[in-house]
């Protein structure tokens, strides 16, 4: 089996996804890796967060931390129209709202 590791988690950290994901599924292993983001000190890329809850099919979510990206000017903005990770945003008028406002829209 292939080691699981996170570029600049402690060893802890990642055993703690490891337990997460080992008792309740891929749906913990997110919400545990979601809540050691937001507890983090100092600065989280927004699209992280973001990335996470529409790992969760939590919509809602997903576009209240978009809109913190595009606040925060994150540089990361610029793949959301490519990126397939957004898919299941794109039937939803905020997307196209927020990608007018990103200056992305066709």
Known sequence: MEEFTLKGE???????????????????????????????PGYVEPMMIADIYLSLGDKDQA????????????PYMVGLKSSPRVDPLRSDPRYDDLLCRVGLAS
């Open 63 to 74: 576009f209240a931390w978009l809109e913190k990206a595009f606040r925060d000017h994150s």
């Open 10 to 40: 402690s060893p802890q950290t990642v055993a703690t996804l490891r337990e997460a994901f080992a008792s309740q599924g891929i749906k913990g292993f997110w919400r545990k890796r979601l809540e050691q983001l937001k507890s983090k």
